[in-house]
């Protein structure tokens, strides 16, 4: 759940799943992101500039089931989305998703909050997903990272493709 943290051995080696979602044509389409996805912020961002579609494109990765990052290139840099920023007291990619995003919160601000996003809350907005919506899936603390992100993509109307790659994904 949101509000839970692994232990510090399980942080070092986390468990992240990404999908990449395109939409071309009002067509969504779910992709599972190649395993070298997981090591770190740069190469999820080269997968998804690999894809080359003519419509949108963004990635969203799982990590631990605890957080996601919402990842969304585009020529005039990439949009993120850090659906729980104290998770970077455990976890490497929360800190680089920090930095990258130039938040200025220290460790000691991080220890004694409650779980917060940080980024672009309209980061899907023009895909059809408003902040307000989104901003309300991630105050839904009682789910896991998969469930919120689940959420999302029934909201986008992504679901079922989405759920397809998910399900191959050994869980």
């Known amino acids: 759940m949101g509000a839970q943290r692994a232990s510090a051995p399980e942080a070092d080696h986390p468990e992240l799943f990404g999908i990449s979602v395109v939409q071309e044509d009002g067509k969504w389409r779910c992709a599972a992101l190649p ?3 997981s090591e770190g912020l740069p190469a999820a961002e080269t997968q998804l500039r690999e ?7 963004f990635g969203l990765l799982d990590i631990d089931h605890e957080f996601f990052v919402i990842v969304r290139p585009a020529p005039a840099g990439t949009r993120l989305l850090l659906s729980d920023a104290t998770a970077a007291l455990d976890y490497d ?3 680089e998703v920090l ?6 919160i ?3 601000e991080l220890e004694d909050s409650e779980p917060f996003e940080v980024g672009d ?3 899907l907005s023009d895909l059809g997903l408003p902040a307000g ?13 998969d469930e919120q992100l689940t959420r999302i993509a029934r909201e986008m109307g992504f679901g ?3 759920a397809a790659v998910l399900d191959a994904f050994d869980r």
């Open 106 to 108: 220290d460790d000691e």
């Open 51 to 57: 894809l080359r579609a003519a419509g949108a494109v």
């Open 133 to 145: 919506v989104l901003g309300v899936i991630l105050t839904e603390t009682e789910l896991y990272a």
């Open 121 to 123: 809350l309209e980061v």
């Open 99 to 104: 930095e990258r995003l130039d938040a200025d």
């Open 35 to 37: 395993a070298t996805a």
């Open 160 to 162: 079922a493709e989405f």
């Open 93 to 95: 990619l929360a800190a």
